[in-house]
C-alpha cells in the first residue's frame, strides 16, 4: 500500500488546503475528461469538474484514512454529477421543443459559436447513447478514465463482478451495434468513434 496515498487522504480528511489543491492539480485533468465522454459538452464537463471537487471538499471526512489514490473516489462523485448533468440536459431539449422555431433557432446559432470541432465526441456519444446508463459508466470509468476492476467498484460503489459483468453487457452491445451497422464512415487516424472502436479498447486489470 502507497504511503504517500495514505499520507494524501489524511491530510485531505484533516482538511488540509495545500493537499486538496495537489490533489485538484492532479486529478482535475482526468475528471474533466470523464466528464467530457459522459456528457458530451465541453461547457458541462467544466461544470461537472468544478462541482465534483466542490463536493470531495465538503465530504472530505468521509475519506477512508488507508487505501489508494483517491482518484476512484473523485470519479464516482463525477459520474453522478453527471449523470444529473444528462438529466438537466434532457429537460431542457423538451422546454426548447415547446418553444417557437424562431426561439429555438436563435439558441442555436448562439451555442453553436461556442463549439470547435464536436464530430468525433458526437459519435462517441451516439455510440455510448445506445448503452444502458450503468454499462455506460462501467465503460468510461474501466477504458478512458483508466481504472481497473476494483477501483472502478470503488469508484460506483457496486461488487467487482458487477463491474465485470456490465462491461461485458456494454462490449457486446457495441460490437453488436457495429455489425448491425454495417459499414461505418471512415475517420482521421487515431480516432476512436465507432462502437467497434470502443468495444476494442483495453481495460485495466485489477492490481495485485
Same mark, same amino acid.
Given at each position: 500500500?502507497?504511503?504517500?496515498?495514505?499520507?494524501?487522504?489524511?491530510?485531505?480528511?484533516?482538511?488540509?488546503?495545500?493537499?486538496?489543491?495537489?490533489?485538484?492539480?492532479?486529478?482535475?485533468?482526468?475528471?474533466?475528461?470523464?466528464?467530457?465522454?459522459?456528457?458530451?459538452?465541453?461547457?458541462?464537463?467544466?461544470?461537472?469538474?468544478?462541482?465534483?471537487?466542490?463536493?470531495?471538499?465538503?465530504?472530505?471526512?468521509? #475519506?477512508?484514512?488507508?487505501?489508494?489514490?483517491?482518484?476512484?473516489?473523485?470519479?464516482?462523485?463525477?459520474?453522478?454529477?453527471?449523470?444529473?448533468?444528462?438529466?438537466?440536459?434532457?429537460?431542457?431539449?423538451?422546454?426548447?421543443?415547446?418553444?417557437?422555431?424562431?426561439? #429555438?433557432?436563435?439558441?442555436?446559432?448562439?451555442?453553436?459559436?461556442?463549439?470547435?470541432?464536436?464530430?468525433?465526441?458526437?459519435?462517441?456519444?451516439?455510440?455510448?447513447?445506445?448503452?444502458?446508463?450503468?454499462?455506460?459508466? #462501467?465503460?468510461?470509468?474501466?477504458?478512458?478514465?483508466?481504472?481497473?476492476?476494483?477501483?472502478?467498484?470503488?469508484?460506483?460503489?457496486?461488487?467487482?463482478?458487477?463491474?465485470?459483468?456490465?462491461?461485458?453487457?456494454?462490449?457486446?452491445?457495441?460490437?453488436?451495434?457495429?455489425?448491425?451497422?454495417?459499414?461505418?464512415?471512415? #475517420?482521421?487516424?487515431?480516432?476512436?468513434?465507432?462502437?467497434?472502436?470502443?468495444?476494442?479498447?483495453?481495460?485495466?486489470?485489477?492490481?495485485?
Amino acid at each position: 500500500m502507497n504511503k504517500s496515498d495514505n499520507d494524501t487522504r489524511r491530510r485531505v480528511r484533516e482538511g488540509d488546503r495545500e493537499a486538496f489543491a495537489l490533489l485538484y492539480e492532479d486529478f482535475a485533468r482526468a475528471v474533466y475528461n470523464h466528464a467530457l465522454r459522459l456528457t458530451g459538452d465541453w461547457s458541462t464537463a467544466e461544470e461537472v469538474m468544478s462541482e465534483t471537487f466542490l463536493t470531495a471538499w465538503r465530504s472530505r471526512d468521509r #475519506v477512508q484514512e488507508e487505501g489508494g489514490s483517491l482518484l476512484p473516489w473523485l470519479l464516482g462523485i463525477a459520474t453522478h454529477k453527471a449523470d444529473n448533468a444528462r438529466r438537466g440536459a434532457r429537460r431542457r431539449q423538451l422546454f426548447l421543443a415547446r418553444q417557437s422555431p424562431r426561439e #429555438v433557432e436563435d439558441f442555436a446559432a448562439r451555442t453553436a459559436a461556442r463549439i470547435d470541432d464536436a464530430r468525433r465526441l458526437r459519435a462517441v456519444q451516439a455510440a455510448l447513447g445506445r448503452l444502458r446508463r450503468p454499462e455506460r459508466e #462501467v465503460l468510461v470509468l474501466c477504458v478512458w478514465s483508466g481504472l481497473d476492476y476494483q477501483e472502478t467498484a470503488e469508484a460506483l460503489g457496486i461488487p467487482v463482478g458487477t463491474v465485470r459483468s456490465r462491461l461485458s453487457r456494454a462490449r457486446r452491445k457495441l460490437a453488436r451495434l457495429a455489425d448491425e451497422s454495417g459499414r461505418e464512415p471512415r #475517420v482521421r487516424r487515431g480516432e476512436t468513434t465507432s462502437a467497434a472502436a470502443l468495444a476494442a479498447l483495453p481495460v485495466r486489470e485489477e492490481l495485485t
